[in-house]
Structure formats: C-alpha cells, structure tokens
C-alpha cells in the first residue's frame, strides 16, 4: 500500500458547523504533514507530526486542531471557519521524522485532498 | 531563509514540442531537490528528485540536474504530451527547518 487516503473529497460546512477531515497512510511513515492550497497557489504547511507528537504548527488559527489518534492516521478537525478558509486540504506522510537529519529527504506522499467550502 | 523561484506562465506548447521550466533556489546547507506535478483536481505528486550536486532525476520522460554551482533544477523533457497538461512546482528541504519549500508553480497546456 502506497498511498495516502483523504475523506472526505468534497465537504460544505457553515461558519457555525464542527466538521473533521481524516487522513490514512499503511506505508509506515513516520510523520504526517497538513497543507493548505488555495487555487493556483503552492501548498502552506499547516501542521507536522513526527512520531505521533506534533512538531510544526506554523501559527494556524486555533479553529483548526489537528490530532493524531496513531502513527497512521491524522485528522484536522474543523471549527467556526470563515469563508476565506475554503481551500484544497492536503494531506502527506513522509517515512522519517522531522529533525532525523541525514536520513529525511523531504520526499513527501500527498493525498488526494479534500476540498473545504464554507459558507 | 530557503527560497525557490520558477519562472513566470503559464505555458502552453504544440504536442511533441521541447518542454523547459526553470527553477532556481536559495537554500541554508545542502538541500534535496524535488519537482512536484498536479493534475487537474488531484493532489500532488512526485514526479522527479535529487539528493546530491549532479545527480539526475528522471521520470516518465521528464528529466532535472541538480547543479550546485548554478543553484539550479529546470525541468526538461524532449516530446510533451496533452496529458502532461498540468501545474508543475519545484521545491526544495534542507534539514534545518524540516519544511518543504515550494516555488509559485506553473501551469502547462499543451495542445493536440
């Protein structure tokens, strides 16, 4: 198993509504990335975790609170989002953890995505 | 900080013409050097890397040089096909900061 799986593809929330994006890799990876990409743009790092605990949280607004219940799975979980909020969701797993210097590469493995609309 | 720079698109082509997107980079250390593709409506994907000054990547025709002493990783391939028709990012990681560092991207059309 090679891939990164993402649920939903397609999600519609209100601004008053509390919703949760999954992501699930078997590849044994040890870290679990979240970007965000608004169209024609790159991906932003949202969040990292290595080894289960998070290592990045490049100052996202508390409405999103990433979780990692185990070393395949991480969710985002979504609250009070504002419109501009609407964006392709990415997820991405690498197989060694941040800070393992000489060993991570940075090759990354993206899921499909989930596309967020909030209105 | 690290940066990448691509140049500007987009980028439309005849089929079988000669593709090169540039990229160019400032990076703290020694970093790994990728080129991401992404298709319409899809995540991205690994097209391409290097690891090393002078090492080439190569993928489903697509080819980059890691050259050191330019600071640079254009992407070339001899013969595009309309279903190369995608965005294309270039990006570098450095162990430093543990982050992936995109460029802007480019979106190439090429028609039948």
């Known amino acids: 198993d090679t891939e990164v799986t993402q649920t939903p593809k397609h999600l519609v929330m209100g601004m008053t509504n509390k919703k949760s994006l999954k992501c699930e890799q078997h590849m044994g990876h040890r870290a679990m990335y979240w970007y965000k990409q608004k169209a024609k743009k790159p991906p932003e790092l949202m969040f990292v975790y290595s080894y289960e605990k998070l290592s990045i949280n490049e100052s996202v607004p508390s409405r999103f609170s990433p979780e990692c219940p185990n070393s395949s799975l991480l969710n985002l979980h979504l609250h009070a989002l504002q419109p501009e909020d609407s964006a392709l969701y990415l997820c991405?797993?690498?197989?060694w953890g941040t800070g393992e210097w000489g060993l991570n590469t940075g090759e990354l493995f993206f899921g499909e995505g989930s596309r967020l609309t909030v209105l | 900080g690290d940066s990448v720079t691509q140049m500007e698109g987009p980028v439309t082509l005849s089929e079988e013409a000669f593709l090169t997107i540039n990229c160019t980079y400032t990076?703290?250390?020694?970093?790994?050097l990728f080129w991401y593709v992404q298709y319409p409506g899809e995540g991205l994907q690994l097209l391409l890397k290097?690891?090393?000054?002078?090492d080439k990547g190569s993928n489903k025709g697509f080819e980059a040089t890691y050259r050191k002493e330019t600071t640079s990783f254009h992407l070339e391939k001899g013969s595009v096909q309309v279903s190369d028709s995608a965005v294309y990012f270039c990006a570098i990681y450095t162990g430093a900061n543990s982050k992936l560092t995109f460029g802007k991207g480019i979106t190439l059309s090429v028609r039948p």
């Open positions: 990076a703290t250390g020694y970093p790994s």
């Open positions: 991405a797993s690498s197989l």
């Open positions: 290097a690891t090393k000054a002078d």
